[in-house]
């Protein structure tokens, strides 16, 4: 289970709690959301806030970012994984060019038996 000791220390506890979780996405709930994004970026706890959405997978506006934000960062996150995988991979002695030539010249016909067939099929 993950720790919310950092709760007694935030912001947000003083504010109305449905300003941190609006309905919709314009007008008043805009207007809210920027609002508790003001809290956020004067709190003290916003980095573990936001380590405890991301990690929870909250909604609402949580370490000064609303659900949309956060899913772009586990996006962005998911993706500097992915090319720190493909680095490490490089780095063990074989390229993904090395990889996908040996593959592709794997799976290309032999010319030289395919011109052997047809002359043998236009000698009979």
């Not at 609402?60 to 960062?73: H, I, N, P, Q, S």
Request: glycine content about 6%; hydrophobic content about 35%; some cysteine.
């Amino acid at each position: 289970m993950l720790s919310m000791e950092w709760l007694e220390k935030a912001a947000c506890t003083e504010e109305d709690p449905e300003l941190f979780f609006p309905v919709g996405t314009a007008g008043p709930a805009a207007r809210d959301t920027a609002a508790a994004k003001e809290v956020c970026a004067q709190c003290e706890v916003r980095v573990q806030c936001l380590a405890w959405a991301l990690k929870a997978g909250e909604s609402g506006v949580w370490g000064g970012t609303c659900a949309e934000e956060r899913a772009d960062l586990r996006r962005k996150a998911q993706w500097s994984h992915a090319v720190r995988s493909a680095r490490s991979a490089r780095s063990d002695g074989s390229s993904p060019s090395s990889r996908s030539d040996r593959s592709s010249r794997s799976s290309r016909p032999d010319r030289s038996s395919r011109s052997a067939r047809s002359a043998r099929s236009a000698a009979t």
